[in-house]
């Protein structure tokens, strides 16, 4: 494998060393059949190296003859180069001279098999003319100069018989190579000439078939050089002389830096197969030079392994075209070892295990098995595709950096696979720019099922909402009047906060997606993104408190009776120890240091810890009851009370420490169930110790169950009054303790430095009887009291000159990650580009006017209930109905204007249809059957045809899909062509279905049998 410059393309082939020469001795055709004699004469070859390297000769004989003396001379040029500068500007000769037993004798050139230079012992090219019985020899001599040559093999012709050798003499070291066929290649291990030396090829004396030289390549070796590396690139190549070594267990690369950026290879595998041991571990040594000091004395490990779409594979060894290691589909390396008569998906993956640094991967190199087999390279959120065209072939990944613990994945969807025989990669560490300010605190946090209107800061609040901790925070912050969740239900919103990204990337669009096997378990997280810091600047302290709802790391069976209350068994709820090894989806496992929360379910009771339906709280990796279980009531004991207390606990010792901190506050309330504090006997309004509980509520507020004013079915105007009663005080407490954490911040000095942010996951919900007023509908719905949520932002220090203002721009929960990071000057793990998210920095600042074309919303494509929003604008999609609203006119979405504004539906459509494409894509999940297509004719009958480029679909088959109006092109006709500058042929889809429609327009998807000369294919009305 060539070394990379830059980016440029990866070759894979077999060359000369960069110090080897060649001589080759063409004869031109007028010599074929004549023997031209040169008696007693030697050939003379004067060698020059240049001041770069380049070697060059200057070939003489001392023949009278014209046409020899051409030939000899049509030698001349350049026939190699060096890379050792102690031999730059220096010369040396070699001379040929041709012996019968010791005597001098002739050289010869002739024709034969295309001329040769050299010794045939009976009508053609000859030393001595005649007398073939006795031992020939062509002898090379350094004759000037004081080199080392290493000579490392020559090309011959010989006569059809069998038996004949030549002797290679160098230093009295003798070495026999036996002949058999007319022509050859052979190497000369171990033959090296010092000065004054000599190489011979001769004959025996016994030989009847002679041979004839055609040239050899020798290394010419100077003064010793240091060892030449790649400066931050590591190569990758798999050299093999195997057939068909199928290993059971993954190859392990491990790398070591040592203290002077030099980086080592040991490869090893646990196969019994001595002979492919043999060759992984042929595979190490010095690969690369890092100059980063960062990276000095570290080591990281890449681990392969293959598996199959329909279980377990192998990685195998092979010597296929030229050979590789990897996956290959058909009858030589492959991963399962047979049973591939059937497209089947092999995947090569390559593991990372790596300290704060990223592998990025530069390129790969691979052999086909076939033409136009298609490969697909994956890492995290990143995707790419590659049409092969050959047997050998490169790819270049730009982009492809895997955090510790994240895989490659190489994959061919055809029966018809690939061996990989290298690629290359880097060791990233983020560049770090000298920082502006000290690492802020970061604090997040997060209401469950709030509101919209359910804070005394919106105008359209009831009269019982009082927040004033959380008014506090949007005086004295940034308000997001259009702000939005990323899911309109718990879990998938969180997964999107956390990850910076639309949660479908990660094969999250419902509520129980977190607890498929699909949810990946390594997606870079919040707090994994602040611990990969290399400026000498202590990482962040980090803790999350509160509701995960981020998977699950155990089952349990719960039985569920008609009222909702479920109940655990003991043999199905284990109060043991969880062993940590087992532990996939815990907080611990995505960067967070402390843990106390519940990480399973997505409820808890708000004392009872872990008991009957609810969750189990936490503390760390325990799984065990924690302090304060009782039946409820006290608030010392309430949930609410102690998640607040755990965080700033954990402020208070950050803080002390001098130590940049994150925590990721995220309550349960005003989740259900309904349930908050009773007010202490014997107290009054206004009295030490007092707070309003739902008895309050219920008694100063009568008529709270009118409040909001969409309508909750099945719940009477009396369960709703009790419901929002407690709701009220739920919010109470919850809204006490975002006052508190405040406090705690300016107590201990560190509130200027922290960014504090306030969101809530979703719409209010209809069974605590929240309120979403002016929006319309709440949580499960994609209309805007189902998304658009408070948020609020502040940070003294940062953004103090932009406190008190209001940002009516959207925005969305995903952008609170890159938010954090471009505040704290922290690159992604991926980059910023790897996040859908967008930092609000420059929004709030004024630089910008907005930082998304678009916001999207989906929980998959079988719900069939979609929304878009473009600017003011807002396409909500239920299966075939597509409704069109003006948020900054019509809030409330209750003026639909899709058939007054037709073509912006189809353009939103297409958008949205384009996302979602993109999003199950890269989840690896189907694409949306209802795809809108985005080849659209200006559409009137009187437009003659639409051209298309034609699509190959992975069967070979070409796809073209296209709009059309109602009864346009009723009798259509389809017509190919290679060039549009040719005539159209009718051609006849194999199949030919709708789509999609809206209004006075339908989209079509046609098929077509492959044709090679189908290069266009257009649509036109007869």
Request: charged residues 20%; contains cysteine; hydrophobic residues 40%.
């Amino acid at each position: 494998m060539t070394k990379f410059s830059g980016m440029a393309a990866m070759l894979l082939c077999v060359s000369f060393a960069s110090a080897e020469i060649t001589l080759e001795f063409p004869v031109e055709p007028l010599n074929t059949g004549a023997t031209r004699l040169n008696a007693g004469s030697s050939l003379v070859f004067d060698f020059a190296v240049d001041g770069s390297g380049n070697v060059t000769v200057d070939a003489t004989t001392a023949s009278g003859d014209p046409l020899a003396i051409a030939t000899v001379n049509g030698w001349d040029g350049v026939v190699g180069s060096v890379a050792n500068e102690s031999l730059f500007n220096s010369s040396f000769q070699l001379t040929a001279s041709g012996y019968r037993l010791g005597s001098s004798n002739n050289i010869s050139l002739d024709g034969y098999q295309g001329g040769q230079l050299g010794i045939y012992g009976r009508n053609a090219s000859r030393i001595d003319g005649a007398n073939y019985a006795e031992t020939e020899e062509l002898k090379w001599e350094i004759t000037d100069g004081n080199p080392e040559l290493q000579f490392t093999g020559w090309v011959y012709t010989s006569d059809n018989g069998i038996g004949d050798s030549i002797i290679a003499d160098a230093d009295s070291a003798i070495t026999n190579f036996n002949l058999a066929g007319r022509l050859g290649t052979n190497t000369l291990p171990g033959i090296t000439l010092d000065s004054g030396e000599f190489l011979s090829f001769m004959q025996p004396t016994n030989g009847s078939h002679g041979f004839g030289l055609a040239g050899f390549s020798f290394d010419l070796v100077g003064a010793p050089v240091p060892l030449q590396l790649t400066t931050g690139i590591v190569e990758v190549a798999f050299s093999n002389t195997l057939t068909n070594r199928l290993l059971d267990v993954p190859i392990r690369l491990d790398y070591s830096v040592d203290g002077s950026g030099i980086v080592s290879l040991d490869a090893s595998t646990s196969s019994s197969d001595p002979e492919a041991i043999a060759v992984v571990d042929g595979w190490d040594g010095a690969t690369a030079l890092f100059t980063n000091p960062v990276v000095f004395n570290s080591t990281f490990s890449l681990t392969l392994d293959a598996i199959t779409e329909t279980g377990g594979g192998r990685v195998a060894l092979a010597e296929t075209a030229p050979g590789g290691l990897g996956i290959q589909g058909q009858n030589s390396s492959r991963i399962d070892g047979g049973g591939l008569a059937t497209p089947n998906v092999e995947t090569l993956r390559i593991a990372t295990a790596t300290g704060a640094a990223r592998v990025g991967f530069k390129g790969v190199g691979w052999n086909n098995s076939a033409n136009g087999v298609q490969m697909t390279a994956s890492l995290g959120n990143h995707a790419a595709t590659n049409a092969v065209g050959g047997v050998s072939g490169e790819w270049l990944l730009e982009g492809f950096t895997a955090a510790s613990g994240e895989t490659l994945a190489l994959s061919t969807a055809s029966a018809q696979g690939f061996a990989l025989t290298g690629f290359s990669f880097e060791l990233v560490v983020p560049e770090v720019q000298p920082r502006t300010n000290a690492l802020p605190n970061i604090i997040v946090i997060l209401a469950d099922d709030l509101g919209y209107s359910d804070i005394s800061h919106n105008p359209y609040s009831a009269p019982e909402v009082s927040t004033p901790n959380i008014d506090n925070l949007i005086s004295n912050g940034v308000w997001f009047s259009d702000a939005y969740a990323s899911g309109n239900i718990c879990a998938p919103s969180r997964t999107g906060f956390l990850s910076g990204c639309y949660q479908h990337r990660i094969g999250v669009h419902h509520e129980g997606d977190v607890n498929a096997s699909s949810f990946s378990a390594t997606f870079p997280y919040f707090p994994q993104h602040l611990k990969q810091q290399f400026d000498g600047v202590e990482d962040y302290a980090t803790q999350f408190v509160g509701k995960w709802h981020q998977g699950r790391d155990r089952t349990a069976t719960v039985s569920v009776d008609g009222n909702n209350n479920g109940s655990f068994t003991e043999d199905e709820f284990d109060y043991g120890l969880a062993e940590e090894a087992t532990l996939k989806y815990n907080p611990l496992k995505r960067g967070f240091d402390q843990v106390y929360g519940f990480v399973d379910l997505g409820g808890s009771s708000y004392w009872n810890y872990g008991r009957g339906f609810f969750d189990q709280l936490y503390r760390h990796e325990f799984e065990a009851p924690i302090d304060g279980i009782d039946d409820g009531d006290a608030l010392e004991t309430y949930m609410t009370t102690r998640f607040t207390e755990e965080a700033c606990g954990f402020i208070e010792t950050q803080a002390a420490a001098d130590k940049p901190f994150f925590v990721y506050l995220s309550y349960n309330a005003v989740h259900t169930p309904m349930e908050a504090p009773s007010t202490p006997a014997g107290l009054s309004e206004g009295d030490p110790g007092w707070f309003p509980d739902a008895e309050y509520y219920n008694t100063n507020f009568p008529n709270m169950g009118q409040t909001p004013s969409y309508v909750y079915d099945n719940m009477s105007d009396a369960d709703k009054q009790a419901n929002r009663a407690i709701l009220m005080a739920m919010l109470y407490h919850m809204d006490q303790g975002i006052g508190q954490v405040v406090d705690c911040l300016t107590t201990n000095g560190v509130l200027d430095n922290t960014i504090v942010v306030f969101w809530s996951d979703n719409g209010g919900s209809q069974a605590s009887v929240a309120a979403n007023d002016p929006l319309r509908e709440r949580k499960h719905f994609n209309y805007e009291g189902g998304v658009r949520v408070p948020m609020t932002i502040s940070w003294p220090d940062g953004l103090g000159a932009y406190h008190g203002t209001t940002v009516d721009a959207p925005v969305m929960s995903i952008d609170i990650l890159p938010t954090a990071l471009d505040a704290a000057e922290i690159e992604p793990i991926n980059g910023f580009s790897a996040l859908d998210g967008k930092s609000l920095l420059p929004l709030i600042r004024g630089e910008v006017d907005a930082v998304h074309d678009s916001l999207c919303w989906s929980e998959g494509v079988d719900t069939g209930e979609y929304s878009i929003r473009q600017g003011d604008w807002k396409l909500y999609i239920d299966q075939d109905v597509y409704e069109l609203y003006h948020l900054r006119d019509d809030v409330g979405e209750s003026n639909d204007l899709s058939l007054v504004h037709p073509e912006r539906v189809r353009s939103m459509r297409q958008t949205f249809y384009a996302w979602m494409d993109e999003m199950t894509a890269v989840a690896g999940e189907a694409v949306d059957e209802r795809l809108w297509s985005t080849v659209t004719p200006s559409g009137i009958p009187a437009e003659p045809a639409v051209i298309f480029q034609r699509v190959e679909a992975a069967d070979g088959s070409f796809v073209v899909e296209y709009d059309e109006m109602a009864g346009w092109l009723t009798n259509r006709v389809f017509e190919a062509t290679d060039s549009l500058t040719n005539g159209w042929a009718p051609v006849y889809p194999e199949s030919l279905e709708q789509v999609d429609r809206f209004l006075d327009r339908s989209t079509f998807h046609a098929v077509f049998p492959a044709t090679s000369s189908q290069q266009f294919f257009r649509v036109i009305a007869e």
